[in-house]
């Protein structure tokens, strides 16, 4: 018997995007993980636009397991809204947000429960290693973790992803900041409560290949540096007055040579050229970072939905219409 929406006390959000080839394995694992649990759980699977059989596997999963649940988005929207349509839609006291890929192991989730019943209201997950990736990409995801922390004006935890545990409350206080470009892990870490975390091995993909690569997460990676820091703009300004200042020394110093009528004072384009270069290159940095802010203000005041649904399997009609009115149904 299907457990109603009220009785439900886990939510796991779980963003889909292209991950047939994994999806038997994880769904073998999260049976076990919730016929373990000690209270009604759903598990909400997001498809962000998948184009293999992803979609078809796990709408036909959500319409005979009561305790699966299925949203279909119109397109790609990115898996930071994808886990953000996913925590719309959650009913449960505790919401957990995981990856398909098996690096975030479902078995983790008990561990995460347990701090939760011990007062705290976030419990993130972090990876003591990284198996399976590059040297370059352990090493651009440390320095990543430690500029972001050193920038910001909240205390991001390092080495974390989005795999955490989130009290209702924090889901309530998070789901009123709309903000477009997103990042989740930030914004969750900035509204405060009490946090905790919990320690795993960050294993290797057990199936597929990576949805992150390179130009995805230096889009992240700005992200988080231009939503949680204005030190991109404090910089164009030290950068700015360290220019000013190298030029002043220099015109003083011509002054000097031009005084003392010093015969190695050349009258030429050379010198000329290389300072007026240099000066409308940091200009150019200068506009590009004020530019950036600028974007992310015209995304804001357009008032887009950030995301749209296409199909919806799971969840009872007449509830979830009530419950979720972020999500702008295209086809039901």
């Not at 935890?157 to 477009?180: C, H, N, S, T, Y």
């Not at 200068?286 to 974007?295: E, K, N, Q």
């Not at 749209?308 to 979720?324: I, K, L, N, P």
């Amino acid at each position: 018997m299907a457990a109603s929406f009220k009785s439900i006390r886990y939510s796991l959000v779980i963003p889909v995007f292209n991950e047939e080839a994994v999806l038997p394995i994880l769904l073998r694992r999260l049976d076990l993980v919730l016929s373990r649990l000690d209270g009604p759980a759903e598990a909400i699977f997001v498809d962000d636009g998948s184009s293999d059989s992803s979609s078809i596997v796990l709408r036909a999963l959500a319409t005979r397991d009561p305790r699966f649940r299925y949203i279909g988005l119109s397109r790609n929207f990115g898996h930071q809204v994808a886990i953000t349509a996913g925590m719309d839609a959650a009913q449960g006291e505790a919401i957990i947000v995981m990856d398909a890929d098996l690096q975030d192991p479902p078995e983790v989730i008990e561990q995460l429960i347990a701090k939760w019943k011990e007062g705290n209201d976030i419990v993130h997950a972090r990876r003591l290693s990284r198996d399976g990736e590059s040297r370059f990409k352990r090493a651009t995801a440390h320095l990543f973790y430690r500029l972001l922390g050193r920038m910001s004006s909240v205390g991001i935890p390092a080495d974390v992803g989005d795999f955490r545990l989130i009290d209702r409350k924090v889901l309530d206080a998070l789901r009123q900041m709309p903000e477009q470009d997103r990042f989740v892990r930030g914004m969750i870490a900035w509204l405060g409560f009490r946090q905790t975390e919990v320690t795993f091995h960050r294993l290797e993909r057990a199936a597929g290949e990576t949805k992150y690569p390179l130009f995805k997460m230096v889009r992240l990676a700005m992200n988080a540096a231009l939503g949680f820091s204005d030190l991109p703009l404090r910089l164009a300004i030290w950068c700015g007055l360290t220019v000013s200042g190298f030029a002043l020394l220099y015109g003083g110093w011509v002054i000097l040579l031009w005084l003392s009528k010093d015969s190695h004072l050349v009258t030429g384009w050379s010198s000329t050229i290389v300072v007026v270069s240099l000066l409308c290159g940091i200009n150019m940095l200068m506009t590009g970072i004020v530019g950036l802010y600028v974007g992310r203000i015209h995304a804001e005041v357009k008032r887009r939905p950030l995301y749209v649904v296409q199909t919806r399997a799971g969840f009872d009609r007449s509830e979830a219409a009530a419950a979720v009115p972020a999500i702008h149904a295209v086809n039901e």
